[in-house]
């Protein structure tokens, strides 16, 4: 079922259950009652990653809180996608813009890599997870995205679990063209996991440690050289069309 993108949506940290009745986080009264301007009865949509998604009424208004009343189910719950998405982070504002498409085309867990050129060792968790939950309520996603802490380039492929496959851009690749690697991939394999290296790429020495290993498959992403944000977004959407959930 698709979302209802003429309602205002919000995410809560509330159990939601018919009948249940709870307060607005701060900012998000202020939202409704002073930016949005809602009165007493009118109806928004809430969600919390858990229970799916619900529409509530405004029961009642304060001076510090907005009182929502849970009415009925809209959307069951879907599970998380069974898709990792792996990053070297960047600087804050290309970081925002990653994490907000990653969710949007569908990574079910957020993993921030520290390479050997990664440019930011130690990004905010919170911002991140601010950045999913607002593309979340934007996009009509249910399944929030998990954050991870940031992880060891050499740390995280330790530890891999040798039956997900992981896919890295590959910029010193032989070829132009994604496809035809992706399509070796089995399509009953549906742990997939996404590696985008930082800004100044992958060394030789990590490029070796992954061609290395058999759960990795190397893709190139065309003739272009393309910034790590906006590789994220293409080697996503390659990803998904061919064997992931498009």
């Given at each position: 079922?698709r979302?209802?993108y003429k309602?205002?949506?919000?995410f809560?940290?509330?159990?939601?259950?018919?009948?249940?009745e709870?307060?607005?986080?701060?900012?998000?009264s202020h939202?409704?009652m002073?930016?949005?301007?809602?009165?007493e009865?009118?109806e928004?949509?809430?969600f919390n990653?858990?229970?799916?998604?619900?529409?509530?009424?405004?029961?009642?208004?304060?001076?510090r809180?907005?009182r929502?009343?849970?009415l009925?189910?809209?959307?069951?719950?879907?599970?998380?996608?069974?898709?990792?998405?792996?990053?070297?982070?960047?600087?804050?504002?290309r970081?925002?813009?990653?994490?907000q498409?990653a969710v949007?085309?569908?990574?079910g867990?957020?993993q921030?890599?520290?390479?050997?050129?990664?440019?930011?060792?130690?990004?905010s968790?919170?911002?991140?997870?601010?950045?999913v939950?607002?593309a979340?309520e934007?996009c009509?996603?249910?399944?929030?995205?998990e954050?991870r802490?940031?992880?060891?380039?050499e740390?995280?492929l330790?530890?891999?679990?040798?039956?997900?496959?992981?896919?890295?851009?590959?910029?010193?690749a032989?070829t132009?063209n994604?496809?035809?690697?992706?399509?070796?991939?089995?399509?009953?394999?549906?742990?997939?996991?996404?590696?985008?290296?930082p800004?100044g790429?992958?060394s030789?020495?990590?490029?070796k440690?992954l061609?290395?290993?058999?759960?990795?498959?190397?893709?190139?992403?065309?003739?272009r050289?393309?910034r790590?944000d906006?590789?994220?977004?293409?080697?996503?959407?390659?990803m998904?069309?061919?064997?992931g959930?498009?």
């Open positions: 079922m979302a209802n309602m205002q949506r919000l809560v940290s509330d159990d939601l259950a018919a009948d249940v709870f307060d607005a986080a701060q900012q998000q939202y409704l002073h930016v949005l301007r809602l009165a009865g009118a928004i949509l809430v990653g858990r229970d799916g998604e619900w529409s509530a009424a405004i029961a009642a208004k304060s001076k809180a907005v929502l009343k849970v009925t189910l809209q959307r069951p719950q879907p599970p998380l996608p069974n898709l990792i998405y792996c990053f070297a982070p960047l600087k804050q504002g970081l925002d813009y990653l994490v498409k949007e085309m569908g990574a867990i957020l921030p890599v520290i390479t050997q050129h990664t440019q930011v060792a130690k990004p968790i919170d911002r991140l997870r601010a950045n939950v607002e979340a934007q009509g996603i249910l399944a929030v995205p954050v802490e940031a992880e060891r380039f740390r995280l330790t530890g891999w679990d040798k039956e997900r496959r992981l896919v890295f851009c590959d910029e010193d032989s132009n994604p496809l035809p690697a992706l399509r070796q991939v089995k399509v009953k394999e549906k742990k997939l996991a996404l590696l985008v290296g800004e790429g992958f030789d020495d990590e490029r440690m061609r290395a290993l058999p759960f990795v498959t190397a893709i190139p992403l065309g003739p050289i393309l790590a906006t590789a994220a977004v293409a080697a996503l959407a390659v998904q069309a061919t064997i959930d498009w």
